[in-house]
């Protein structure tokens, strides 16, 4: 059983940067293409798939990010403490959503913005 808990959202302005965490334990790395990824849900939106990590190999991975966060956004792996990153530079007002990680394939979270475990939501809000 897998679980996932996400923190680290909050109140910035455009320009500003967060770090969101997920905490993960159980079996989430295990196959080629099994990782942890971040998904965002704006009011009045769908879900939208932000950034995956997922496993290559024996201690390798790869990443993938959506569109729109290529370039502010680092998603990144802590190997001794199971939690994963997603590092969020030059925020605009359009970052503005819930934030959520997920545990599942990655090819399924990139194309589907589908996970098969969730992790609790956070807020993060930028102000212009």
């Known amino acids: 059983q897998v679980q996932l808990v996400g923190s680290g959202g909050g109140l910035v302005q455009a320009g500003d940067s967060l770090r969101l965490s997920c905490a993960a334990s159980?079996?989430?790395?295990?196959?080629?293409?099994?990782?942890i990824g971040w998904f965002r849900q704006a009011p009045g939106k769908e879900r939208e798939f932000v950034a995956a990590?997922?496993?290559?190999?024996?201690?390798?991975?790869?990443?993938d990010y959506a569109d729109s966060v290529k370039g502010r956004f680092t998603i990144s792996k802590h190997n001794a403490k199971n939690t994963v990153y997603l590092q969020m530079s030059s925020l605009k007002p359009e970052d503005t959503a819930v934030y959520y990680c997920?545990?599942?394939?990655?090819?399924?979270?990139?194309?589907?913005?589908?996970?098969?475990?969730w992790g609790q939501g956070t807020q993060v809000t930028v102000s212009s």
């Open positions: 997920a545990a599942g394939r990655i090819a399924t979270m990139r194309e589907a913005s589908r996970g098969d475990y």
């Open positions: 159980g079996r989430t790395f295990s196959s080629y293409g099994d990782g």
């Open positions: 990590i997922a496993s290559s190999g024996v201690s390798s991975y790869y990443v």
